[in-house]
């Protein structure tokens, strides 16, 4: 493909860019690194000491669709998706919570319990019952062991990095009934009468 095709792509992908969750913190546009990457769009020769001015965020060398596609999705110091998502109902009793790390984060301290302002208020000093600990940045994941039926829980994660702590949003979800899911047998009897 040539240089000149790739306005229309850019000009497609600046148009999805701008239709995404946010990059940076505070969920606004971070239009710096757009311009950043709009400029190098292409560059080769990327190396450690500056990565084609932050462009080639992948450090691959060169700077492409990947460097965009890395950009565009959720890349955000704090942590994001989380599973059950965000008012979800029904989550089985076995559930296991799961998010996506922060791109700063180099650990996460997880708060989980059934009561709204504790979760948003604790922190790894004043627990609150409710904080589960300090976990490396490669688990994603928390056995929750069980959970009540008819409960609204509520989970935050709380990104850290080298210099910056990332308070993360409370997200809710609720475990539903003892029996999710509830059959029903009929019998169809078939009376007749005798002469």
Known sequence: MRKSSFSIVILLLLHSFLTVKAFS???????????????????????????????DIT????????????????????ASNPNPSDGSAYAPINTVLEWIPGSEAQSHNIYF???????????????????????????TDYNTNGLDPNTIYYLRIHEIDSSTNYKGEVSSFRRGRNNDITFFFVADTHYSKSP
Do not use: Q
């Not at 450090?59 to 704090?78: K, M, T, W």
């Open 25 to 55: 913190a505070g969920n606004a546009i971070d239009m710096v690194k757009l311009k950043v990457l709009s400029e190098r769009w292409l560059a080769n020769g990327c190396v450690a000491d500056d990565w084609c001015s932050g462009a």
């Open 59 to 78: 450090h691959s060398g060169h700077v492409d669709l990947i460097d965009y596609a890395f950009l565009a999705a959720n890349r955000e110091p704090f």
């Open 113 to 139: 319990g059934t009561d709204f302002n504790d979760v948003n208020d604790a922190n790894s000093t004043v627990t609150l019952g409710v904080y589960k600990g300090n976990y490396s940045y490669s688990v």
